[in-house]
């Protein structure tokens, strides 16, 4: 079974939000680099197809260069969509978003041109309006859904940017990406305990990343068991109880912290390959996913 977190103010914007598309003229969705499949919104592949999209792999100096390249050829080959990877805290690429808005709207000429951003929680949607506006116009922070409700933001060159909060949706199809957005942060970590967390991060970053799990935590052979690694991390960051016995929930959480800072190194959580695997069910993702490898 998925984690499953909608609060209550994320089936409102939800709503608020398919509302107000037919006078959005371009939507900006922020997704994780580290996991741009789980992190996309299904609401908006579904809604929002005759619109003019530009996707914003957020948080792109935490996620492995190679898969991120992959998931910019996935993407790029979808009809509508422009891709743009970046870290918005350097706010060096707000420019490059700022003339593609521009661009995008340029035939369309009396009202201000309505931006719609979008994106699930602790992505960066805030971060970005802020750096776009040049002030600080919306509440950012470290913790899932800080912003409430729709706020707009005239830019005063004709663009008007709408933020929204961030959004997950009522079912996660795909139970690894529900851990995955909870490994990223996207979910409040008092939906699912650090452990759980830590066993399912534990196990891809054996089986894909040994080599950042030896270096950044000082290991010898591989552990056998994701319990195991975390058993190590315990010892090697003296997450001990009474008589030796190791904390395994305080071992996770540190785990699972330098994991989100990218203490362990670059790392994506999935691959367009991976994401064909599991979902092959989805046959429409599927079809898109494959055109674009070819």
Request: charged letters at 25%; a positive charge.
């Amino acid at each position: 079974m998925g984690i499953q977190w909608y609060p209550g103010h994320m089936h409102k914007a939800t709503k608020a939000m398919i509302e107000l598309l037919p006078q959005v003229d371009i939507i900006i969705e922020l997704v994780d680099a580290r996991a741009p499949y789980s992190s996309s919104n299904p609401v908006i592949e579904k809604i929002a197809k005759e619109k003019e999209r530009i996707k914003i792999l957020n948080k792109n100096d935490l996620a492995d260069p190679n898969i991120t390249a992959l998931w910019h050829k996935v993407f790029n080959n979808t009809d509508g969509v422009r891709t743009l990877a970046c870290d918005l805290r350097t706010k060096d690429q707000i420019p490059q978003i700022l003339d593609l808005c521009c661009s995008l709207s340029a035939n369309k000429i009396g009202r201000s041109k309505l931006v719609l951003v979008v994106g699930i929680p602790n992505v960066g949607k805030s971060t970005l309006i802020n750096a776009m506006a040049g002030r600080r116009v919306a509440l950012t922070g470290n913790e899932p859904a800080v912003t409430k409700g729709q706020q707009r933001v005239n830019l005063g060159n004709g663009i008007m940017l709408v933020d929204t909060p961030g959004i997950l949706w009522g079912k996660v199809e795909n139970e690894s990406s529900s851990f995955r957005l909870a490994v990223t942060g996207a979910i409040k970590n008092t939906v699912v305990t650090y452990e759980e967390v830590a066993i399912f991060a534990a196990k891809y970053l054996m089986d894909n990343y040994p080599k950042h799990l030896k270096q950044r935590f000082i290991l010898g052979d591989m552990p056998s068991t994701e319990l195991d690694l975390i058993d190590q991390i315990g010892v090697r960051r003296g997450c001990l109880r009474a008589r030796g016995k190791i904390d395994r929930e305080r071992a996770a959480t540190i785990f699972i912290n330098e994991l989100r800072s990218g203490a362990v190194g670059k790392i994506s959580f999935e691959t367009p390959d991976l994401i064909v695997k599991e979902l092959c069910h989805l046959t429409t993702f599927t079809t898109e996913v494959k055109g674009a490898l070819e």
